[in-house]
Structures are given as C-alpha cells and as structure tokens.
C-alpha cells in the first residue's frame, strides 16, 4: 500500500489552508458565486484524492534525481554545488532551492545556485532557454537581445540588461551547449552554458553600426557599462511525473561601482524570477512561438536545429535533428 511522507501532509495541509482562506470563485454563465464550506470540503478531498499517486512517488522521483547526480562530474561549471538528498526532496515537493557563496578560490566573485522541478515539458524549456534573441518577450531584465556572431556550435549574444537597483548595463555572452554530459547520460541531461566575452568595448561601435537595435538609441550607449563578469550553465532533465528538473548556476558581477550588498540582492531575486519566467513561457508560448518561421536553435547535441525539432528521448546519434525520429510526440 502506497504511504503518506511528510511532504505529502505538508502539500495536503497546504491546498487545505488555501481553500479555507481563499475561497474560489466560480463562474456559471452570467451568475458568479462562492464556494461554500462543504463544496471547499469536497474540493480538498477530491485534491487529496487525485494527487496521492503522485505524491506517493515522491521518494521513487528523489532517488531518480540522486541518479542522475551519477553525471554531474561532466558538467560544464564544476563549481556548481551538490545537493543533498533531503534538498532534492525539497525541490521535488516545490520548494526553491538558493544557494549563494564565494566562488571557490575568489574573495570577492559569489555565485547563485538555483535548483527546482519546473512545472513544464523539458522540450519546451529547452525551446525557451536557447531562444535567446527573444528573451526580451519574457524576460523582464532584458531590453535588447541579438545574435552578432554564429559559429557551427555557438553562438555570440548581444545583451543590454535594465535590471533592478542597477542602471543599464551591456554584455556579449558566448553561447553553447554541453555535448559531454550530453553523451555520457545517453540524451538526458542537457546543458547550456556561457561565459562574457572579453572584448566587449570593440563590439559595440560594430553592432550600432549594423542598426541592430530595437529599443534603445545610439544616445543610450555612448559611455555603456560593460558587465564585468557573467559566467553561467542552465542544467535540465524531465523527471519521469511529466516536470522538469534544473539546475542553473550563476557567477555575476555587473560592473561600475555597486555596493556587494546589492549586488547578491539582485542576483538572488534575479535568478528566481528567470525561474518563473521560463516556465510561464515554457508552458504557455514557447511550442506555439517555434513555429517553422523560427530561426534554428542550439540542440543539446550541440546542432542548430529548427526549434520545432527538439525532443525528448533522442539519443546522441540515434537520429539527425529535424528528421521524424526527433519530432516531439507531445506536440
């Protein structure tokens, strides 16, 4: 018989509370009304109901997690810390996890690490991370966002960030993905990563001269500030429940004079947000948005590939992208 843990109870007690403090409204034709007392009960029982199974899979799904770990060694930041197995439980049971500290090796760089199971398809998380010339669409730090350079397994991004407490700041980020990881866990863990170009300065007169530029004007960059460092990875997997595991590190510094203090303020606040912000996407725009029209994406094998494409359960070299074999049943 399948059995309750404490985190079952705590998402039971959860949706119980929610209920009885925030009743729902429903609407039936023209009349609005409130749910009542008994229909609330009913409601909670059925909630409990539904989701037990789910629940009960709870330490299956964490030791899936922890096997997964088995890879990590390939990762492209290897600073990145390891969870614990009660924070993977955590993550699973849709806590956020955040941890900040010094970057080993460095008194004044910190990195941000971030791990959750996001309520989207793996796919279309994929779709939204490495569609980056549009992240200004759902990215709410983002003001401008272009590729300036391309190469057969990366990409050179142009970014112009408006982010909070911190005024506008410039960066080209060299893209790509993580074949290694790729390769050894057989398809599933698929990893984006970047670091800052160095010779940022020399690439700005270049881009205003090719008019690049959607919503700012030349005014707005004369005397830019250059983010000083921006070395990152997005990390993913589909957990077997239909979620999506990641993992995204993040070590940050975004130039000029700005006090430590509000530096970790904002790369705290700003990674959660991207959490969240991928997600609404993933689920709600991003299978629609990659339609054939769409410029090609970085697979996690490392191909562009028409975004369309990307799928779950390809295997490295088991088919080329873009072929029946890669098409995403899901869709």
Not at 193 to 205: A, C, F, G, H, R
Not at 223 to 231: F, K, L, S, Y
Request: hydrophobic share 40%.
């Amino acid at each position: 018989m399948k059995q309750y843990t404490p985190q079952h109870t705590k998402r039971i007690r959860r949706s119980l509370h929610w209920l009885n403090n925030r009743p729902a409204q429903i609407d039936i034709g023209t009349a609005t009304g409130r749910v009542g007392g008994l229909a609330r009960y009913v409601i909670a029982v059925a909630v409990v109901i539904v989701a037990q199974p789910a629940f009960a899979d709870s330490d299956a799904l964490t030791r899936y997690v922890v096997e997964q770990t088995a890879h990590l060694d390939d990762r492209a930041m290897k600073d990145a810390p390891r969870l614990s197995r009660d924070e993977i439980r955590q993550a699973l049971d849709g806590d956020l996890i955040i941890k900040k500290a010094n970057l080993p090796g460095s008194a004044d760089l910190r990195y941000v690490f971030v791990a959750r199971a996001l309520n989207a398809d793996a796919a279309d998380l994929w779709r939204t991370v490495l569609d980056r010339e549009h992240y200004p669409l759902f990215n709410e730090n983002i003001t401008e966002a272009f590729i300036v350079q391309m190469g057969e397994d990366r990409f050179q991004l142009y970014n112009v960030l408006e982010a909070p407490l911190v005024s506008t700041r410039h960066q080209v980020l060299d893209c790509m993905v993580n074949t290694k990881i790729f390769q050894t866990s057989n398809g599933v863990i698929w990893e984006h990563y970047w670091s800052l170009v160095p010779d940022v300065t020399t690439q700005i007169p270049q881009v205003l001269a090719g008019g690049k530029f959607t919503r700012i004007t030349p005014d707005d960059v004369d005397g830019a500030v250059i983010v000083q460092r921006n070395d990152g990875s997005w990390l993913q997997f589909p957990l077997p429940d239909g979620r999506t595991w990641i993992e995204t590190f993040l070590v940050n510094h975004p130039g000029g004079r700005i006090p430590e203090w509000i530096v970790n303020k904002v790369a705290g606040r700003a990674a959660e947000n991207t959490t969240e912000s991928y997600q609404d996407w993933a689920a709600s725009e991003a299978r629609r948005h990659a339609d054939a029209a769409h410029a090609p994406i970085l697979s996690p094998d490392g191909r562009f590939v028409p975004p369309a494409t990307i799928a779950v359960g390809v295997t490295p070299n088991s088919a080329k992208p873009g072929s029946a074999e890669t098409q995403n049943t899901n869709q």
